[in-house]
């Protein structure tokens, strides 16, 4: 049994001979999408040429870009992308105009490599940023960045696992809507609540934490 992919690339791809036209309700849902992740991220755009983050940018983008390249196969055909480590990090590490940029630098040299249909590469860009701009916000800003919890650890660990849990479910949910609404999956049938695929990308964003956790110990 194969786990369900993180994005909806790998439902349709190039040369399988399956029909990649989305239905009405999927289009509408994709435009939701849309929309809600440009009311998201348009109000950050306007720092990016005040930002003095661009090093981390760059370092956790190229690796990002590079992680969503190759697909990572375990000896029983499960799939999944590393990059998920990246996103993370960055959406602990940097500020929001540039985690925004994330998922973009992230998709993009996939998309030019595979030639995934436009409307595809966006929902997969989109659902990404979403993702990280909600495990910034939530994570980052209103725990991390507080004084709700004094001690340094547990709040470190406590800020890591929600940044796990917000990532993975919003990430997996929109997926999951896209799904039912494009190829008429139940939530079961997609697999992306197994607990396998779960824990597999749960851990992946927990190496996103530790990967902050480092960065942070040795900045500067």
């Known amino acids: 049994m194969s786990t369900a992919p993180t994005d909806i690339s790998l439902v349709a791809e190039p040369g399988s001979g399956r029909n990649e036209t989305l239905p009405r309700k ?14 998201a991220t348009l109000p950050f755009l306007g720092r990016l040429q005040h930002t003095h983050e661009w090093a981390g940018f760059l370092v956790l983008g190229s690796f990002a ?16 992308h590393t990059a998920i480590v990246f996103i993370v990090a960055a959406a602990l590490i940097l500020p929001p105009e540039l985690v925004v940029l994330m998922g973009i630098v992230q998709h993009l040299p996939e ?10 590469q966006t929902f997969n860009i989109c659902i990404f940023v979403l993702a990280s ?3 910034w916000f939530v994570a980052r800003e209103l725990f991390l960045h507080s004084n709700l919890v004094d001690n340094t650890a547990l709040r470190l660990a406590t800020a890591g696992l929600i940044a796990c849990v917000v990532f993975v479910t919003i990430n997996h949910l929109l997926l999951a809507v896209m799904l039912h609404f494009a190829r008429g999956h139940t939530l ?4 992306l609540f197994d ?22 110990t040795n900045h500067g």
Do not use: C, H
Request: glycine share 2%.
């Open 26 to 39: 999927a289009w509408i849902y994709f435009v939701v999408v849309t929309v809600a992740t440009a009311a």
């Open 65 to 80: 870009a590079v992680a969503q390249l190759f697909t990572v196969r375990t000896p029983r055909d499960q799939a999944y």
């Open 111 to 120: 998309w030019l490599k595979l030639r995934y249909r436009w409307y595809l």
């Open 133 to 135: 701009m909600a495990v």
């Open 188 to 191: 079961k049938e997609t697999g």
């Open 195 to 216: 607990i396998e695929n779960l824990s597999t990308d749960f851990v992946l964003a927990a190496l996103g934490v530790a990967t902050y956790a480092f960065w942070e």
